[in-house]
């Protein structure tokens, strides 16, 4: 090839338009934005976050009738209150084996549907996905009637087991859903791979593919347990003894027609938060890797 033919066939630089940026120019200008651009808006969004769970905090740390701004001197005789004579102890109790029971069972039950969805293909596939979309937006309002005749004919009423199925019932389909599309990101050749080796399917489901599904069976779990630790409408409409009752419940119990302690009910939304908030503070991180990747199509 000569010079002429070489220099020809050159791919030929593209020169930028007068007054027109270049992209490297674009991102190093958003870089170097100053720093009150950023930390004004987060300052303004934290500070209407923090400023609901200051008050609750002072109210439950103040004595009764103060006016002060800052929780001092410091009192737990709310806390006590709560605990002792409104019988938060069994409300507690109740939450946590609601809560805890919910979980295992959406777990396991979406773990098996969402299977299924992944790796089978029958004839009302589309279908059955369908209708799990479409049960989403269905309140939850509007299944207490059908489901108190259900119980009632089963002789559920007044047991946390009505509770936990309708529960377990409620969060199924959206469990189902991300269980299945976290599975469909699993390569279906592991699998293979295992059944050569003499694994069964159920032995290379165990070995295999349920390690890589961590992230969205702790996403899937934690989100049945915070909705039935803070759901309000099955265990008001399910539950009648006291001793059967739930959080929720339990502080809808501190208010009355004629007056409000805001000091108990601010101690029992603090012990109302605090599992939650710790239970998210240890799965973050896999909180959003589960459901980032459960939201990704396969």
């Not at 295992?104 to 773990?111: D, K, R």
């Not at 089963?154 to 936990?164: A, C, D, P």
């Not at 049945?224 to 502080?251: C, E, R």
């Not at 027609?257 to 799965?283: E, K, N, R, T, Y």
């Amino acid at each position: 090839m000569s010079v002429k033919e070489a220099t020809r066939t050159a791919p030929v630089p593209v020169r930028a338009t007068p007054g027109q940026p270049r992209p490297a120019q674009r991102n190093r200008a958003w870089d170097q934005a100053p720093r009150w651009q950023i930390y004004l808006p987060l300052g303004i969004y934290l500070l209407f976050t923090l400023v609901p769970f200051y008050w609750i905090l002072l109210f439950s740390l103040r004595p009764a009738g103060s006016t002060s701004l800052v929780p001092w001197p410091v009192t737990f005789e709310h806390f006590e209150k709560v605990w002792t004579e409104r019988s938060f102890g069994t409300y507690f109790a109740n939450s946590v084996l609601v809560g805890v029971a919910t979980l295992v069972m959406t777990t396991l039950v979406a773990l098996a549907g969402g299977y299924a969805l992944a790796r089978f293909d029958f004839r009302i596939k589309r279908g059955f996905m369908l209708a799990l979309l479409c049960s989403q937006f269905v309140p939850g309002a509007l299944l207490l009637v059908p489901l108190f005749e259900i119980f009632a004919e089963l002789q559920m009423i007044n047991s946390l087991g009505s509770v936990i199925l309708a529960e377990t019932v409620f969060q199924l389909p959206l469990s189902i859903i991300l269980i299945s599309n976290f599975i469909k990101n699993v390569p279906p050749s592991l699998e293979e791979a295992a059944w050569v080796d003499g694994c069964s399917r159920m032995t290379a489901f165990r070995i295999v593919v349920l390690p890589l599904l961590r992230p969205g069976l702790i996403a899937v779990g934690s989100f049945a347990f915070v909705h039935s630790w803070n759901h309000f409408l099955f265990a008001l409409m399910f539950l009648n003894n006291q001793d059967k009752q739930t959080i929720p419940v339990g502080l809808n119990s501190l208010m009355s027609a004629d007056s409000v302690d805001l000091g108990a009910l601010a101690a029992g939304g603090i012990i109302a938060a605090v599992p939650v908030v710790i239970v998210f503070a240890f799965i973050q991180k896999w909180l959003i890797t589960g459901f980032s990747a459960g939201a990704v199509k396969g």
